[in-house]
């Protein structure tokens, strides 16, 4: 039987209900749990109204909230991991679009039952590990893609997938499925264990503001669209790399709102993968339609 979204949040943060519930109140955030907010703008590309038919990319400047962080339960997690996470709130006149996105194009679950295991499987261990790679085809890929992943010297320098796929319409009146990309504008960059040994386990959070005082972080944003065949509703079915990628704007986190209460009141609120504005809808992926009733109910346990 299916499992119930209580359930689901119960294996992601280790601990049962009433316990996760004591827990969550004394950290912001029960998963991703290590991480900050920040802020810039995003500008759509000027082509993008050619060929998208999304009012909300009408607007020339739209400002951002921007959190960074890693993965897992631990607010005390070392930057050392290779795993980064962008969550964005793109918030329009009229309407919002968020992005929740992670440096591993590879996903672990295509559905629901999958993912709780393995949400299960890893806080065992390197027994839960093993298993998992002797029964979970699916996880047995997204280890063998993220064990010779290095770790990024900056959250700027990395690149964002969306990994889930959305419904675009286009400018003539179709619908075509896709995936958000972020690419960095800055040169990839990633740390040797020489490099590593140097730093301390806190490093990324001071490596960007700093950074972005002097230099804004960017990142080009693609939408890379599936073609007749495509797996759309399994985020762990990777497209081909020849897919056609439009660009369709540029996210610059240069820390212009970060006094605003929007931008402080961050780490209190949530990421919803599926505030879309008008033009994108969600696939059907159960992995995509599970996460914002998950996030809502992670959100309670922290109140
Ligand atoms: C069934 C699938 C999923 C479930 C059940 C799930 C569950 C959760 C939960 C419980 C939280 C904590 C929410 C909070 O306390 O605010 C969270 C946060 C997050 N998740 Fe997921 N997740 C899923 C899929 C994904 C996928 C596919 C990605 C990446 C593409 C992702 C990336 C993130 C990120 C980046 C955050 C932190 C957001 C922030 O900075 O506020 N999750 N997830």
Redesign the pocket.
């Known amino acids: 039987t299916e499992k119930t979204?209580p359930e689901?949040?119960d294996?992601?943060?280790g601990t049962l209900d009433t316990e996760s519930r004591e827990a969550?109140k004394k950290v912001?955030?029960?998963?991703?749990a290590k991480?900050f907010c920040t802020s810039g703008v995003f500008k759509p590309s000027a082509k993008i109204n050619n060929a998208l038919a999304i009012p909300l990319f009408n607007q020339a400047e739209i400002g951002v909230i921007a959190?960074?962080?890693l993965?897992g339960t631990n607010p005390h997690a070392s930057d050392k991991g290779a795993g980064r996470?962008?969550?964005l709130k793109i918030d329009g006149n009229n309407e919002s679009l968020n992005f929740?996105?992670?440096n591993s194009q590879v996903?672990f679950?295509s559905d629901?039952d999958d993912?709780f295991t393995f949400?299960t499987k890893v806080k065992q261990g390197a027994e839960g590990k093993q298993w998992l790679i002797d029964n979970k085809p699916d996880a047995k890929a997204f280890f063998e893609h993220i064990d010779q992943m290095l770790p990024s010297s900056s959250f700027a320098n990395s690149a964002y997938?969306?990994?889930?796929s959305f419904l675009f319409n286009t400018y003539d009146n179709q619908i075509t499925a896709g995936r958000w990309i972020f690419e960095p504008v800055e040169e990839k960059s990633t740390l040797s264990q020489v490099q590593l040994a140097h730093l301390t386990d806190d490093f990324l959070k001071e490596e960007l503001l700093t950074r972005i005082k002097a230099k804004p972080a960017m990142w080009n944003v693609y939408i890379k669209f599936a073609e007749e065949g495509d797996s759309i509703d399994d985020?762990t079915i990777l497209w081909p790399e020849s897919r056609q990628h439009l660009l369709v704007g540029e996210v610059i986190i240069n820390g212009s709102r970060d006094d605003e209460a929007a931008t402080l009141q961050?780490?209190k609120?949530?990421?919803n993968?599926v505030q879309l504005p008008k033009g994108i809808a969600p696939s059907a992926d159960?992995?995509?339609n599970?996460?914002a009733p998950?996030?809502i109910?992670?959100?309670i346990?922290?109140l």
């Open positions: 979204i689901l949040v294996a992601v943060n969550g912001k955030l029960r998963n991703h991480g959190r960074f962080s993965g996470f962008m969550s929740v996105t992670t996903f679950a629901i993912f949400q997938f969306g990994v889930n985020p961050c780490e609120s949530i990421f993968p159960p992995i995509l599970a996460r998950a996030y109910e992670s959100f346990r922290r």
